[in-house]
């Protein structure tokens, strides 16, 4: 299979689809790999890396799209990119459909078979694809809101973990899932005072066995958070619903019963976020203020540290890729009912339940569109 990886053009997203090592396993496979050129500098690595692993260097990303017979990026893609996609052409990436009708729109005109990183499952009920960003947003989120939370940057003029003598600052962690139990380690390794918020009962006990007397662990009531707010001196939300639109667990009200100077970082806001008060933001321009609170929502974090982002990805995507390449995405798809979860919409139809609930759309089911087999 030809195999095309366009450089990324989101703002100051640095990632690459294939690194060169994933490329050099699919050109020993047997399969062809078309890299704009640039495409991996972010991660230091230049034509002359894709090169040495069996690439062929292309000059501009039209070239990619139009030879690639599958596409793999990192983010999901722009306009100008969404309107080279071609009817039975497979993009692998991610996409994070449910907050972004435009998208979602383009996509079913071009026809294309679009499978979402973020959607494909495991055997354990995970979503290995999406975890590896999750490992790398949760610890950063944790960096991030330290970075926020000193004066010159907006914030309260914390230290995270405090000195002898002045207490530490209060971290608020909203879900405990893969984003959260990052931040908790880190927030905890940083000496914070530590909550996390959740109400799935296994996942509490699992969280309260690890950290111990590290960090509160509490049921997630409204009362409950309205409570915790009032105090927190930093916000992660971490909550996520696969596939579907992020519900908003904090008001714009409730901004208002906190301390000025708080921070809110919003490691959802790629599914539309966790605060009513969230919007999209960039790296070179990561932050606002509403009401006194300062929001950080950058909604491509791990974009912030392109090289362990880029390789923790390629080590969960590259299977998933070898088997598009090797069986075409019908019997790779029949074969695998994890990585046809990931099957977002295709030929004009959208084809993953909580895309079509959040959008409006018909849900047309994955194995109708795969024949005969």
């Known amino acids: 299979m030809l195999i095309g990886v366009p450089r990324e053009i989101k703002p100051q997203e640095l990632r690459v689809g294939l690194t060169p090592e ?15 050129t640039e495409a991996g500098s972010g991660i230091g ?73 973020e959607t494909v499952t495991d055997d354990q009920g995970g979503l290995p694809l999406l975890k590896p960003m999750s490992q790398v947003a949760g610890r950063l989120a944790i960096q991030a809101g330290a970075w ?42 940083l000496q914070a005072h530590v909550t996390i918020l959740d109400r799935n009962p296994a996942l509490l006990e699992r969280l309260a066995t690890h950290f111990g007397v590290g960090a509160r662990v509490l049921y997630s009531t409204r009362a409950e958070l ?17 596939g579907a639109s992020t519900p908003r667990l904090v008001t714009r009200a409730q901004l208002g019963t ?33 009401d006194g609170i300062l929001h950080y929502c950058v909604a491509n974090m791990p974009g912030a540290v392109p090289r362990t982002s880029a390789y923790a990805l390629n080590h969960a995507t590259l299977p998933a890729v070898l088997a598009l390449a090797a069986k075409g995405w019908r019997r790779a798809l029949a074969d695998d009912p994890h990585l046809r979860a990931g099957l977002n919409c295709c030929a004009g139809r959208v084809t993953h339940p909580a895309v079509a609930a959040a959008l409006g759309y018909d849900l047309t089911p994955a194995e109708s569109l795969l024949g005969d087999v």
Not at 226 to 241: K, R, S
């Open 148 to 189: 926020a939370l000193q004066a010159a940057n907006g914030g309260r003029g914390l230290l995270l973990g405090g000195v002898p003598g002045v207490a530490p600052a209060r971290v608020l962690i909203l879900g405990g899932g893969v984003v959260g139990f990052n931040a908790a380690q880190m927030a905890v390794g």
């Open 45 to 117: 690595a230049g034509d002359a890396h894709y090169q040495a692993a069996g690439a062929e260097i292309v000059a501009d990303a039209a070239t990619v799209f139009a030879r690639g017979e599958l596409i793999v990026k990192v983010k999901e893609p722009q306009p100008g990119e969404r309107v080279q996609l071609r009817p039975d052409q497979v993009l692998f990436t991610y996409l994070h459909l449910a907050p972004d009708p435009d998208q979602a729109r383009d996509l079913l005109a071009s026809g294309a078979v679009c499978i979402a990183y």
């Open 22 to 36: 994933s490329v050099a396993e699919l050109v020993y496979q047997g399969h062809q790999v078309l890299v704009e």
């Open 258 to 290: 906190m301390n000025p100077g708080a921070v809110l970082v919003d490691v959802a806001i790629d599914q539309g976020g966790c605060f009513e008060t969230s919007r999209p933001t960039t790296h070179a321009q990561p932050t606002y203020v509403v």
């Open 226 to 242: 309205a409570a915790e707010l009032l105090g927190a001196d930093l916000v992660v939300g971490a909550v996520l619903v696969p």
